[in-house]
């Protein structure tokens, strides 16, 4: 059994319980990419979708005394490749949700796919049921560099998924990847220009990275070098701003750049220290009381989290954040933040002064890493291009 969670010494406690979000896993894909850590598993067999969904239901309600009362202000249904789910798995699903949580009026639902057409057919379905916003998957618009990544989608599939689900749903994101094998500066351009006509809301753009235990961590491929990888990024930074895309986050970009409703509600919870309830084979959360703060994980192996369901047994590990950790868990998630944060904001979420952080807050000032500007504390130009040297002051 897990014990329960433990009073953190020095914990002042907090005034009042943070937002709160949902996450649901999804753990199969058609096939494991070469990069990916994410906890997904290759569906080699049709998945018994009705026991999956039964003990995603049972999931909630075992967590229902941790968040009793707390309303729901965004749903996020990542993987693996959430498209997959059958429509009326989906409907259920959320559903479900409805009855068992307080859904705030108007809340973010996110949905996870990839390009393909047997999956984008079901959007339609997907928006019916509740979603209503879609994230895809595209990586790249090139056939070269999507072979090279071991996607299993070409861009004309790419494409044709962008229009199906801008008919069918008005927030649409495109996941992109650039320092890819054997990248150029003009081939990850080319990327960037496509996935801004396309005519989407937000787009997510990522630093291919070489994570352990994957296939690429154990063979890389050849990659573009550190000066040239910079370079990429600084193009797509200023590709997406002459197109009116306002960079809120490291890698987050939403157009028009004046409305924050464009912007992905669900991961702002994250990034602003919030609290999550995450569902699921291998999901993850992060929760609070007038007590402490901590953090849960789900088994991670999908057989062993529907074994544990009929058992009632979902978490694998809890863990208490010390109060020593706190302030490098915050601000590893705001100073993502292109606005960083109001000062208020470290005490509301992690129940310290602020004093505790005053002393690094005044050597990254110094050292060119942060400002104040309009009340928030927020990373500089230079902080942002060295956010690992600026949060290392923070860390315990």
């Known amino acids: 059994m897990i014990p329960i969670v433990p009073v953190v010494p020095g914990f002042s406690g907090l005034v009042a319980p943070p937002p709160l979000a949902l996450y649901v896993h999804w753990p199969w894909c058609v096939k494991k990419c070469p990069y990916c850590d994410f906890n997904s598993h290759e569906s080699r067999t049709e998945v018994d ?23 729901v202000i965004s749903v996020f249904i990542g993987g693996g490749t959430p498209s997959l789910m059958r429509a009326e ?41 509740g979603v209503n916003r879609l994230s895809i998957g595209v990586q790249s618009f090139d056939d070269a560099k999507l072979k090279a990544l071991g996607r299993i989608h070409d861009s004309a599939e790419a494409r ?18 650039y320092a890819l094998p054997q990248q150029t500066l003009a081939e990850a351009g080319r990327d960037i220009v496509t996935a801004i006509g396309a005519g989407v809301s937000h787009i997510s753009a990522y630093h291919l990275t070489l994570e352990p235990n994957t296939p ?51 991961n702002l919870n994250y990034w602003n ?12 959360s992060k929760l609070s009381n007038h007590e402490s703060i901590w953090r ?25 954040v010390a109060r020593a950790d706190l302030p490098g868990e915050f601000m590893m998630n705001a100073l993502r933040l292109n606005e ?11 129940g310290l002064p602020l004093a505790t952080i005053e002393e690094s807050v005044l050597a990254a000032r110094r050292e060119g890493l942060l400002e104040t500007m309009d ?15 600026l949060l290392g002051g923070f860390l315990n």
């Open 375 to 389: 009340g928030h504390i927020r990373p500089t130009p230079r902080g942002r291009r060295f956010l690992n040297q």
């Open 296 to 320: 849960e994980a789900r088994h991670r192996n999908p057989r062993a989290y529907i074994e544990g369901a009929a058992r009632g047994d979902f978490i694998s590990t809890r863990q208490t």
């Open 216 to 266: 690429f961590h154990h063979a890389p491929p050849p990659l573009p070098d550190d000066d040239l990888a910079a370079d990429m990024q600084e193009m797509v930074e200023a590709r997406l701003a002459e197109a009116g895309f306002a960079q809120y986050e490291t890698s987050a970009f939403a157009r028009p750049a004046h409305d924050t409703n464009s912007r992905c509600q669900h």
């Open 340 to 350: 960083g944060f109001l000062p208020r904001l470290f005490t509301e979420r992690t």
């Open 89 to 129: 798995t989906a409907d259920a699903l959320l559903a479900a949700i409805r009855m068992r949580l307080p859904l705030h009026p108007g809340a973010e639902v996110t949905l996870e796919a990839n390009p393909g057409t047997a999956e984008a057919a079901k959007f339609a379905a997907f928006r019916e049921a």
């Open 49 to 71: 979708e009705p026991v999956y969904l039964a003990a995603l239901i049972a999931d909630i309600e075992a967590a229902l005394p941790q968040i009793w009362n707390r309303p």
């Open 273 to 284: 220290f919030g609290d999550y309830l995450g569902i699921g084979a291998g999901a993850h």
């Open 160 to 177: 044709r998924a962008i229009d199906m689900a801008l008919n069918n749903f008005d927030r649409v994101n495109l996941d992109l990847m």
